[in-house]
Every structure is written in structure tokens, then in C-alpha cells.
Nanobody, 111 residues
Framework: VQLQASGGGLVQAGGSLRLSCAAS?????MGWYRQAPGKEREWVAR???????QYADSVKGRFTISRDIRAKIVYLQMVDLNPEDTAVYYC?????????WGQGTQVTVSS
């Protein structure tokens, strides 16, 4: 299983970014996580096989997870970013009982 995350960058507070995660397997169930400097990795959003999306309280209403099943890509649309969103963002797929992680993409939000 290979996951390739992209789309990070430097943005000003209030700005937007869209992250992508291209997978070598089905993306019917995927998650996004993030890890800020000096902090543990935390869950951000997930999409389940039914298409239902779930979000951490800290991003609810600002982030949207979506998927393109045919292209095997999962997206994380982020709007109204603030400096607390600065982190390395990772996509994750649980495949046959194992967790696979993308390499991470850096998101930096300046105030």
C-alpha cells in the first residue's frame, strides 16, 4: 500500500488549502491526521465506506474530507485556516488490519 500526500504550503491566517492523498488501493475508507511540533499526532477527519464524513471538533465546519474513488484520491479541503492548524498532515489507510501512512505534507499558517 502506497499513499502520497501533497498540497501543503504556507498560507496566511484565514486562507485555504486543499490537500490530496493518492493511494495505490481503494480509498473508500481513509483518514487525515496531523502532528504539530512538540505534540502528538492527532486525528483530523475520516471518511467511511458509506461516504459519511467525521471531523475532530477543532476543524468541524472548516475542513471537508472527500474522495474520488475512481482516481483513488482523498482530499482535505481546509478553509479559514489559523496558526493552530500548522502541522504536518498525514493520510492513513487501514488495509487488511494494518495502518499505512503517507509521508506527510507540511501546512504552515502565518498570523
Amino acid at each position: 500500500v502506497q499513499l502520497q500526500a501533497s498540497g501543503g504550503g504556507l498560507v496566511q491566517a484565514g486562507g485555504s488549502l486543499r490537500l490530496s492523498c493518492a493511494a495505490s488501493v481503494s480509498v473508500n475508507a481513509m483518514g487525515w491526521y496531523r502532528q504539530a511540533p512538540g505534540k502528538e499526532r492527532e486525528w483530523v477527519a475520516r471518511i467511511v465506506p458509506s461516504g459519511e464524513a467525521q471531523y475532530a471538533d477543532s476543524v468541524k465546519g472548516r475542513f471537508t474530507i472527500s474522495r474520488d474513488i475512481r482516481a483513488k484520491i482523498v482530499y482535505l479541503q481546509m478553509v479559514d485556516l489559523n496558526p493552530e492548524d500548522t502541522a504536518v498532515y498525514y493520510c492513513k489507510r487501514n488495509w487488511r488490519g494494518y495502518d499505512y501512512w503517507g509521508q506527510g505534507t507540511q501546512v504552515t499558517v502565518s498570523s
